[in-house]
């Protein structure tokens, strides 16, 4: 490790990986920096169909397409009553290779990118912990400290610092630029069974969202390699962790409440143990500054409805990394530089976070808006696979958001 860069990264996982791939392959002195020793366990199993090209950018689709991920070609739906939608198959609506994704380990996944970072160029250290994020009397970033895995303690300097640190943000929570996501302050319980019942064909490794009788949690049915499946629970942080049942307990209650999980589980064995997140949604008020820029899970998360969580990440550190080389080439690392793309990302972002508000309705039903809307069927595939960064992604939400409201309104009556 040397003691200076062009740019530190901080973080492995997949925004801060591809970006400092992409910043690395532009010429650029990169130093990427993962607390973890590599492989590490990661949650956020499945990927949207758009993650394709940035995979593509990264010189990865092959790897994917020979690795032992499952393939993706559906999302699926399963209301309270068990009732199963016709699965959204990707390729239907687009009939490119891209429609196809993958259900992934994590582990495995961010390890392929934390690998190919170092084969751009990147100087890549895991079991490194940046212990903080060093700012001159301007304000500006200039380096980190940091820990190395043979325990020592040393400073290096950047003329840029990008945080992909996750949801630690160190530079976030350092300049109190987190905030909570009011409406939804979530908590998952998840674990991993074998021989989960899966459907034949084309749907079998789709992603299938469940919700329980009275909607007050869903389910994630996530099918993964070697006949593992991921299945969890998301809910209100309070009603699943403050009722009197610890975790263990809630999310088996939370089985009994899911018809249409209760059928797939039948000869499945449980196989981990029970894993925890709460009040993971939340964003931040300024994502760049002079020398820094956040990305990734250090830039803020929604929610793991729809999957958004690493097709997100992918975006933010190519788009992230386009602005820092720019910026570099150009002798400007302001914040208006490094956060040029930030704004665009947001438009799109907004869209699922808008979907996800409007599963969380429990009145409002997205089959029935459908029925009566079918014209918005394209528009909503469109976000089902991540495509959102065009004029009239959000066309969709002109009446739905009437809807919506309209049936938050009668709840209330």
Not at 42 to 65: A, D, F
Request: hydrophobic fraction near 35%; charge should be negative; glycine fraction near 10%.
């Amino acid at each position: 490790m040397n003691d200076e860069y062009d740019v530190i990264v901080v973080g492995g996982g997949p925004a801060g990986a591809t970006a400092a791939g992409l910043v690395a392959e532009k010429g650029h002195r990169t130093l990427l920096l993962e607390r973890e020793k590599m492989p590490r366990f990661h949650v956020g199993e499945s990927l949207m169909p758009e993650c394709y090209w940035p995979l593509e950018r990264l010189g990865l689709t092959e790897r994917m397409k020979s690795s032992k991920f499952t393939k993706k070609k559906s999302v699926q739906f399963v209301t309270a009553n068990g009732k199963e939608s016709a699965p959204f198959y990707f390729h239907e609506h687009d009939p490119r290779e891209s429609s196809t994704t993958w259900q992934v380990e994590r582990a495995d996944f961010d390890k392929m990118l934390f690998d190919r970072a170092g084969e751009l160029g990147a100087d890549c250290f895991d079991a490194a912990r940046v212990l903080d994020v060093l700012f001159d009397e301007n304000q500006a970033a200039h380096g980190v400290r940091v820990r190395t895995a043979d325990g020592q303690t040393k400073e290096v300097s950047a003329r840029v610092v990008m945080d992909g640190s996750g949801q630690q943000s160190l530079i976030a929570n350092k300049l109190g630029l987190r905030e909570d996501i009011p409406n939804l302050k979530k908590a998952a319980i998840w674990s991993y069974y074998k021989n989960a019942q899966r459907d034949e064909g084309d749907n079998g490794g789709a992603t299938i969202i469940m919700h329980t009788t009275a909607k007050d949690s869903w389910f994630w049915f996530i099918p993964l390699s070697d006949g593992v499946t991921s299945i969890g629970c998301v809910g209100d942080s309070d009603y699943m962790l403050k009722t009197g049942l610890d975790p263990e307990a809630r999310y088996e209650q939370e089985l009994d409440r899911c018809p249409g999980l209760k059928k797939r589980l039948e000869n499945a064995e449980r196989v981990d143990k029970i894993h925890v997140a709460k009040e993971y949604s939340y964003w931040t008020h300024q994502h760049a500054g002079d020398g820094w820029v956040l990305i990734g899970d250090a830039f803020g998360f929604i929610d793991p409805l729809y999957s958004s969580g690493v097709y997100f990440a992918l975006v933010m550190g190519e788009r992230a990394a386009d602005a820092v080389s720019d910026g570099l080439s150009r002798q400007d690392t302001s914040a208006a530089q490094l956060g040029s793309w930030c704004e665009g990302f947001k438009e799109g972002s907004t869209l699922i976070r808008k979907l996800v508000e409007a599963f969380y309705t429990k009145e409002f039903s997205f089959g029935g808006f459908i029925k009566d809307n079918p014209q918005f069927e394209g528009n909503l595939t469109d976000l089902l696979i991540g495509r959102i960064f065009y004029d009239g992604a959000g066309e969709i939400f002109e009446k739905m958001e009437p809807a919506v409201e309209h049936a938050r309104a009668t709840s209330n009556v």
